[in-house]
């Protein structure tokens, strides 16, 4: 069952008192975008809202503002209007297991269109059971065209138990064109009956035509020592694995969650990604490669191991840079390796640091592209242990920028 309130939102006070200030007074856009990073609770918040427009103790419910008729019971007591889901009335019970019938959610879907009745029921249960539960898609997943079908022919009816209809799209960016201008006239338009609350993380995929008839709400990248508390208090993970899971989440749960579920022995990982340096600070390209193909598993491991073999090293300087200007050992991610991350942060200065950081930062955005794992570890690594692979050639590599 859903539990998550607007009060409860984690790491976004600024949109939780927004988001209760609207339900409060009872006025409502025609739609809202909810944008920002990858997992900072955007869906979350998405649905909280939409159980709170549902509630029937707030301003503008039906079941508190509707006139009683000849042949209702006298009310017992006073119904006080509240600025979120009361969690004891009909509506927030429905909206609790995602079966209300004025609530419709939508979310990106892969695989054949005869099996997706039961892909929704399936990811449907497994969001009422986990309060941890993270969307993971396909890069083909998408909101089919059928599930937007089905919704236009439905807004035409009037809600059924509710003074209102939420409709609910996350990711709304995986949504073709054609469907995106299928659902401006509903947008643009609802009427006072239908409110929209879309998601992204990628805002920029979004048509104009959509941003500018929505009201955007900005989602923030959460706290570090927020992502690490919920890690141990509700996940249950070891705190040496939960500080390191949200040091590399940067900011995101829901990517901390999905590292955690993956893979939970982190502290291999980051040993094996930092052994690969050894060979590449000992000139010896042999081994390197040796080292890189039992991370990579020759290639085959995915771009997400990829992407964080070289987040560990980016995680290993930004403590030998907190270490050399006066950091307390405690407040490192690998304070297992204080020893030796003290010998490093002896030896190198803001800008050697600067410069391997560069270096990993231009292969994080590579690898997004069609490039070759275990090429693209072996030239980062060989650079960041200063060998300048490149300088001088067409085009510049833009991490030798500083070297003028």
Known sequence: MLTATLSTLLGQPEVSAFLRGIVGRGRYANA??????????????????????????????????????????????????????????????MSGTLQHPDLKFLFPLSGEERSLEGTIEETLEELRKDPLFVFQYEKAASIRISQTRE??????????????????????????EDQ???????????????????????LARVPVTIRSRCQRVRFRPLPESLVRDVLV????????????????????????????????????????????LSPALERNPAQLVKAIQGVTAYGKAGRERLRMSLEFHQLWLRDALHLRYGAAPETLVNRDLVVVL????????????????????????????????????FSTLARVAGDRLGEGAWPAHAAARWDV
């Not at 070891?238 to 982190?266: C, N, V, Y």
């Open 342 to 377: 003290q010998r490093l942060a002896s030896q190198l200065d803001a800008a050697e640091i600067r410069r391997r950081l560069l270096v990993l930062e231009e292969a994080l955005r590579a690898i997004d592209g069609n490039v070759s794992p275990d090429l693209t570890l």
């Open 233 to 276: 208090r509700q996940a249950n993970v070891e705190e040496k694995s939960a500080r390191m899971l949200a040091a590399l989440a940067g900011g995101s749960l829901a990517r901390a969650l999905a590292m955690r579920h993956a893979d939970p022995d982190m502290k291999s990982q980051r040993d094996a990604a930092l052994q690969m």
């Open 32 to 93: 809202y975008l909810f944008h920002g990073p990858h997992g900072v609770g955007k869906g979350t918040a998405a649905l909280a809202f939409a159980r709170a427009a549902l509630c029937e103790r707030v301003p503008g419910a039906a079941a508190a503002d509707a006139s009683p008729s000849l042949f209702d019971a006298a009310p017992t007591r006073e119904i006080t209007l509240g600025d979120d889901a009361c969690g004891e009335c009909r509506g927030c019970r």
């Open 180 to 202: 995106f201008s299928a659902l401006l006239k509903s947008i643009e338009e609802p009427g006072a009956s239908t409110l929209w609350v879309l998601t992204t993380a990628r």
């Open 151 to 176: 919704l236009i022919a439905e807004l035409s009816y009037r809600p059924h138990t509710a003074s209102r209809r939420v409709v609910v799209v996350r990711d709304c960016d995986r949504m073709r």
